[in-house]
């Protein structure tokens, strides 16, 4: 299960840091990255994210198996120890069934997240695969001096060639047509990173959607993650000169319903707190192994 990333003096301090799930709240609505990243504020798990941390567990865990154990079967047998693995954790996610006197809703979750677990199946062969990294936390720091982090799901290495392909499971559906380049931001992100900490461009970016069973592929190049460099940087600027003006804009969309912090949010009425003293953006470990915080992350 994904641990908290490494911790250091800096990160106390004010830092330039940057994830793929933070530049992702800033271009959604730059009030909700204020609320995560600055106010920080505490969400309510939701069933959906819960669901996909667990998945995610499972499917790394599958890999501690020797390549003829990795069934379907064994991987159904992973999910309730890593359920409890999670309560340990994350003793919030309790709240999700506080009602549930039966144990109805619990199992009707566990049968949502056993789909997803058989359906990978239908999508990859576990047994023909030997990762060379799972939950890997990366981070570089650019030239401009912004740090890139994050974790990638699972990280492959051709044998021979030693060829990378970077892979990212999804629980949710695949975008709709005309989506899908916004949907490999993400992995376009973690490309730069490896490449940057490397000096290999992945071969391929493979984002594995558990929830429609579909499989997007993109194969990167240098010009790609240039390109992507850039825009990070003007995400960073922007970031910056809404710290500076105090600015932080709500961008009401559909995404909204998923939001923890609606009732704060001035396009629904509310008010935001006072900004914290000091607010500067980064100086957290903002991929902390909190569940996925709404079914796009997931
Ligand atoms: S409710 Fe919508 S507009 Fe308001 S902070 Fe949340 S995501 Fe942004």
Redesign the pocket.
């Known amino acids: 299960m994904r641990t908290a990333a490494p911790t250091t003096v800096e990160e106390s301090a004010f830092r330039l840091t940057l994830s793929p799930s933070r530049a992702s709240d800033f271009m959604?609505?730059p009030?909700?990255y204020r609320?995560r990243t600055i106010d920080r504020l505490p969400e309510r798990p939701s069933p959906e994210a819960t669901r996909g941390t667990v998945v995610h567990a499972v499917l790394e865990r599958l890999f501690d198996l020797p390549p003829a154990e990795r069934t379907p079967e064994q991987a159904v047998a992973l999910l309730y120890p890593q359920w409890e693995e999670l309560l340990e954790v994350e003793p919030e996610v309790a709240t999700l069934f506080e009602d549930d006197t039966d144990g109805t809703a619990l199992r009707g979750w566990l049968a949502s997240a056993e789909e997803l677990v058989r359906r990978y199946f239908s999508l990859e062969d576990p047994t023909r695969l030997e990762p060379a990294e799972r939950e890997l936390y990366v981070e570089t720091t650019l030239d401009s001096g912004l740090c890139l982090r994050g974790y990638v799901d699972r990280l492959d290495r051709a044998p021979g060639t030693g060829a990378l392909r970077v892979v990212d499971y999804k629980t949710g559906n695949a975008p709709r047509e005309g989506f899908e380049q916004r949907a490999m931001f993400q992995m376009r992100f973690y490309a730069l990173v490896l490449w940057r900490l490397h000096g290999q461009v992945p071969k391929l970016l493979q984002l594995i959607y558990l929830g429609s069973g579909e499989i997007l592929r993109y194969e990167p190049d240098e010009a790609d993650l240039r390109a992507t460099e850039r825009k990070l940087a003007a995400l960073w600027r922007a970031i910056e000169r809404a710290v500076e003006s105090g600015d932080w804009r709500?961008?009401?969309?559909r995404?909204?319903d998923w939001?923890?912090?609606?009732a704060?949010?001035?396009?629904?009425g509310g008010t935001p707190p006072p900004l914290p003293e000091n607010a500067g953006p980064g100086n957290g470990t903002d991929e902390a192994p909190s569940p996925r915080m709404s079914p796009v992350d997931a």
């Not at 939001?259 to 609606?262: D, G, Q, S």
């Not at 704060?264 to 629904?268: G, H, I, S, T």
């Open positions: 959604t609505c009030l909700l609320f709500p961008k009401p969309t995404m909204c939001c923890n912090h609606k704060l949010c001035p396009a629904y």
